[in-house]
């Protein structure tokens, strides 16, 4: 063993076994065994386990690297390499091993495996055409490491900035908390509570008067929290934005443990071990996600939401839901991290008794000179959706006989619920049918002049909502496709499918593209061309267009490297207008000798790596490269080593 990594090794502490965890196996148990420390980087988090992530938890830890690369990691137990993968997003180059017990460790984003691991992962991408990734390949199954064992080098791969992502799974590959175990950082610093969300959860409720989610800042005073006093009506549901820190460094982490009682009595309370891959996107759910998709804020919430089937949870009868009677209730949030330390907040609910009014009226009259109006600017939940009353006057709704309008000080609300379908009509998107889908079957929607299609399979959603779906075609190859409102988390892909023009007959370098919002770019998605249809397949609402991609990428700034393991690489940047890099199909030649291509999707750059690469003086750099339309441009740079 290192005698570096001595200094790493943390004490048996004890900590009883999670019941969750314990039903894994007799065997296992995360204090039944002994890790150290994986790496000799640092003993400070970057990331705890349960974090906010883009479309999930964050199943791991995050230990520092101080922004750089090359520091040496370690087997935390005696075990046998179970898998080795290498990919250019998500986990990077990355090394499974599994132990005794059946349980497995994960180390993720490395730079560099040891040099057996890393001379078999070479001769495997040599033998496949130098090809960049490995997926599915056993032949380093049974290779044996003892505990404190090189077997690679911290990076940044797949995903930055240097960091190493330092994972634990029991046996059925269910992520749990490293924290439960021996291992352990410094902390006696207490969580930060910053806010407070409020979500109406009925078209009736309301808080501070309007019919939207209501956000308040935390005030700190003597120690306390305090979001002093919020009048409601009807049922409602908390969140709270709150982060934890450990001593000397300056990231924030997520909170362990949540409680919540409402005058004395317990109601909510959420604690975060372990998780499984399959329920691992309902951190969707789990935060308040208007919030989470607007703001970018992971507003936790204080009650379960309908589809949330994660094991975070304890609760009285309403899963958390506040309805109230009317008069004054004082609520306590507490919030804790793994090693006890605590903060909590405290408000004042005044509910007070319902006398809204509802506004009998089926359909709208449309003003001239409406400006914008847009379904995406209105307030969607489940079952209902507020209208602003700007945007109100102008559009047009149809509802069944009978059905109401309830008004608000912030628009008017319309019920969704129960309703198989809504005809809706406003300036921007024409006239649009919004249908009910329940994620219990799978759901067909059409769009107004029934041209267009959508199904959504079963679980494509995780509560039931309405979704409409308008499609504008200016010339055979020019068609805009919304699916409204862009307001709901999509749990499994779909398909919807357009008319095609019969005019169409030249499909190349042709495909769907969905707009994101928050990175304000164009993202491929699957498409298709069939006689009579274009169908696009996607995990997301929004804006779609058909555009045609004939720009091939562009190449620059070749300039030679060496790692922190010694290796000499070349980067080159590579940038492309739409569709794409097709790292599979690109190749890169120094002086005639055929690399391996790494591609760094964050850095916008191609890597030439050659485990035998020696700079010369003078160098030829031949690049091909491709986009996703197959587009395709080469280019011979002379680079001079200046290093």
């Known amino acids: 063993m290192n005698i570096r990594l001595l200094l790493f090794i943390t004490l048996f502490t004890g900590i009883s076994t999670h019941p969750l965890l314990a039903q894994e196996s007799d065997t296992f148990g995360p204090s039944q065994a002994h890790y150290v420390w994986p790496t000799e980087a640092s003993r400070y988090l970057s990331s705890t386990f349960g974090e906010t992530r883009a479309a999930h938890f964050h199943a791991a830890l995050d230990i520092k690297t101080w922004g750089r690369k090359g520091y040496e990691v370690y087997a935390t137990r005696d075990g046998t390499v179970d898998r080795v993968a290498i990919g250019p997003r998500g986990y990077g180059k990355v090394i499974y091993l599994k132990h005794d017990d059946g349980s497995y460790s994960v180390y993720a984003h490395l730079l560099a495996f040891n040099d057996e691991l890393q001379q078999l992962a070479d001769s495997v991408r040599f033998a496949d055409n130098y090809q ?19 077997i690679g080098y911290s990076g940044a791969s797949g995903i930055g900035p240097p960091h190493l992502h330092f994972e634990l799974r029991t046996p059925s590959h269910k992520p749990f908390n490293p924290l439960l175990t021996n291992l352990s950082v410094k902390d006696d610093i207490p969580p930060q509570i910053r806010g407070l969300s409020v979500e109406p959860l009925s078209l009736r409720s309301t808080i501070e008067g309007e019919n939207a989610i209501f956000t308040k ?98 609760t009285d009868k309403q899963n958390g839901v506040l309805n109230l009677p009317v008069g004054t209730h004082h609520v306590t949030i507490t919030t804790k991290d793994y090693y006890g330390n605590t903060s909590t907040a405290k408000l004042t609910l005044k509910v007070s008794e319902d006398q809204q009014q509802k506004k ?37 709704i149809g509802l069944a ?42 759901s067909f929607i059409s769009s107004a002049d029934q041209n267009h299609f959508a199904i959504f399979p079963r679980q494509t959603f995780y509560d039931t909502v309405s979704v409409g779906m308008s499609v504008n075609s200016f010339t055979q190859n020019t068609l805009t496709v919304d699916l409204i409102p862009n307001a709901y988390p999509v749990k499994e892909e779909y398909a919807f499918y357009t008319a095609r023009d019969s005019t169409l007959s030249n499909t190349a370098k042709l495909s769907l593209y969905h707009y994101d919002q928050e990175d304000k770019e164009w993202e491929l998605i699957p498409t298709s061309f069939t006689n009579s249809h274009i169908i696009g ?29 010694g290796k000499w690489i070349i980067y080159i940047n590579i940038l492309d207008n739409l569709s794409g890099i097709d790292y599979s199909k690109s190749k890169i030649f120094v002086n005639d000798d055929q690399g391996i291509a790494e591609f760094e999707p964050e850095n916008n750059r ?38």
Do not use: C
């Not at 709150?242 to 982490?253: I, K």
């Not at 059905?403 to 024409?430: C, D, M, R, W």
């Open 132 to 150: 960049f990734e490995i997926e599915k390949f056993w032949g380093w199954r049974n290779i044996e490491v003892d505990q404190g064992d090189l």
């Open 217 to 314: 800042k935390a005030k700190l005073k003597n120690g306390s929290y305090s979001f002093g006093t919020i009048t409601t009506k009807g049922p409602i549901g908390l969140g709270l934005n709150a982060f934890d820190q450990s001593n000397n460094v300056h990231n924030t982490y997520a909170v362990y443990e949540l409680k919540l009682n409402v005058n004395g009595e317990h109601t909510f309370s959420s604690r975060v071990d372990s998780f499984s891959y399959g329920e691992t996107h309902q951190m969707f759910i789990d935060r308040v996600y208007p919030l989470l998709k607007n703001m970018d804020k992971g507003f936790q919430r204080l009650y379960i939401a309908d589809g949330n089937s994660l094991p975070f949870y304890k």
């Open 360 to 396: 009998h009226q089926i359909f709208t009259n449309r003003n001239s000179n409406p400006g914008i109006v847009s379904p995406d600017q209105w307030n969607w939940f489940s079952d209902w959706v507020t209208i602003p009353y700007s945007q109100y006057e102008h559009t047009t």
């Open 401 to 442: 006989d009978g059905e109401e309008f309830t008004e608000h000080t912030n628009g008017i609300a319309v019920n969704l619920k129960g309703q198989k379908s809504i005809y809706v009509n406003t300036p921007e998107t024409g006239p649009l049918q919004l249908y009910r889908i329940n994620p219990k079957s799978t």
């Open 537 to 565: 397949k996607t995990e997301t609402l929004g804006h779609f267009s058909l555009k045609k991609d004939q720009k091939a990428p562009e190449l620059r700034n070749p300039r030679l490297r060496q790692r922190p393991d």
């Open 606 to 643: 191609f890597v030439y790596y050659h485990p035998n690469f020696v700079p010369t003086p003078s160098m030829k750099v031949k690049v091909i490269a491709y986009d996703k339309m197959g587009n395709k441009t080469e280019q011979i740079f002379e680079l001079e080593n200046k290093e």
